[in-house]
């Protein structure tokens, strides 16, 4: 890798059918820029078009995962600046485009997450976090409200009075306590973070990638719905799936007991 290369605010790297995305502002603590909002999105659309991509991996470089906003960054520079307006522009296309890809997203969160760098991880599919890491929920201590998706995402992980606690409160708390409580699917050994992560993106991506996208899309929806709506709804997606190569391929393979070779995207 270049000198250049590596001082790129975001790493790309390929694990077989895994994308791997490494923010990388160690000395920020990997806070957010708009040129790393730029990079990191076109880098999620550039997976979302690759067909070889089955999963993502996202985590970030140094001790931090990603501490939120960097207030320093031009975009955010005089007295006039509008932080609704950055939420538009940056934020929101960004979390939108987590939660439209077409394979499973995975954050490995290995230090602290705080802020928009906090819900920015629990905006994707799953978290598996070390057990040094933690999440912050900062925004009550400079006068805002949860962004990157947060006021939608607390409620619906944790429930309304974990929720208010973590965004009224500020306070850090630790991953194991998150893995706990339900915001994180797992918490692990630092030294163990990666080969975690990286292997569940891997199981991940040899599973019917087209069904797990639509599942995270029902479950979405199905917030809501009413439970006849949720069931019609069930139908609706199960008939186009249905009809998919990958429910035949499992079914075949699950008769002649072998391995499926799932390939629908």
Known sequence: MSVDAAQAPLLTASHGAVKVLTLNRPAALNSFTAAMHALLLRALEAAAADASVRAVLITGAGRGFCAGQDLNDPALAGPAADVGDLIERLYKPLALRIRAMPVPVIAA????????????ALGCDMVVAARSASFVQAFSKIGLIPDCGG??????????ARAIGLAFTGDKLPAEEA???????????????MDTALALATRLAAMPTKALAETRRALDDAIGLDYASALSMEGQRQSVLGRADDAREGVAAFVAKRTPNFTDR
């Open 109 to 120: 969160v290995n230090g602290v997450a705080a802020g928009a760098g906090a819900n920015f």
């Open 179 to 193: 893995a706990r409580i339900g915001l994180i699917w797992q918490c692990v050994d630092d030294a163990a973070l």
């Open 151 to 160: 006021s939608w995402l607390l409620p619906r992980l944790v429930g309304r």
